[in-house]
């Protein structure tokens, strides 16, 4: 099984400042297969990023994905309000399927 | 816009069976794509447990495998899960979602549904 390791747990950070959060797999987990989710209290998770790097539809541009092999990064350009959230990557290169324990993105 | 919606007990005995259902609108089972199952206890993380194909091909999580089953019913659009021998440990939010083949990534999830395993 694929273990995904997101760091930090937590980021506090202040309203437009740049967040980078990191999701390292135990082994190399194909571009294609990793993504990104943001979860706001109460709600479903909602997809931000697909094949690392491609933003779902609607996402803003501020969110960015890259990496490959076995280390993938989020980045959120300048923070939003409504960007703080928890944040998952998940991975479905070789079964099964798992996702990072998640970071918190807070309000500093 | 495709929608899901869970449904099912929000209390359930321990040893005893989960059942709950996805119903999904605006998008045809039948037509394509993954039909994925996944919880989250409270205050934790998201685990995957299983998916079935719109052909009615079903994958597992180990971790789960010998208490999960997944089934579709293509004439009401909607598909199924079943776990078993429950435990506190199930406590949990289950969210069922669509999954795109070729990412093998969620575009679409439904709101979640609390199940609590409680005597």
């Known amino acids: 099984e694929i273990v995904l390791t997101q760091s930090p747990g937590t980021l506090s950070l202040s309203p437009g400042e740049r967040a980078t959060l990191s999701c390292r797999a135990s082994?190399?987990?194909?571009?294609?297969?990793l993504a990104w989710y943001q979860q706001k209290p109460g709600q479903a998770p909602r997809l931000l990023i697909y094949g690392a790097s491609s933003r779902a539809t609607g996402i803003p541009d501020r969110f960015s994905g890259s990496g490959s092999g076995t280390d993938f990064t989020l980045t959120i350009s300048r923070l939003e309000p409504e960007d703080f959230a928890v944040y998952y990557c998940q991975q479905y290169s070789s079964s099964p399927l798992t996702f990072g324990g998640g970071t918190k993105v807070e309000i500093k | 816009q495709v929608q899901l919606q869970e449904s099912g007990p929000g209390l359930v005995k321990p040893s005893e069976t989960l059942s709950l259902t996805c119903a999904v609108s605006?998008?045809?089972?039948?037509?394509?794509?993954?039909w994925d199952w996944i919880r989250q206890p409270p205050g934790k993380g998201l685990e995957w447990i299983g998916s079935?194909?719109?052909?009615?091909?079903?994958f597992y999580n180990p971790s789960l495998k010998s208490q999960v089953t997944i089934s579709v019913d293509t004439s009401k659009n909607q598909f199924s899960l079943k776990l078993s021998s429950l435990t506190a440990e199930d406590t949990a939010m289950y969210y069922c979602?669509?999954?795109?083949?070729?990412?093998?990534?969620?575009?679409?999830w439904g709101q979640g549904t609390l199940v609590t395993v409680s005597s």
């Open positions: 079935i194909y719109h052909s009615g091909s079903t």
């Open positions: 605006s998008y045809s089972i039948s037509s394509g794509y993954y």
């Open positions: 979602a669509r999954r795109v083949r070729s990412g093998h990534y969620f575009d679409y």
């Open positions: 082994q190399s987990v194909s571009s294609t297969y």
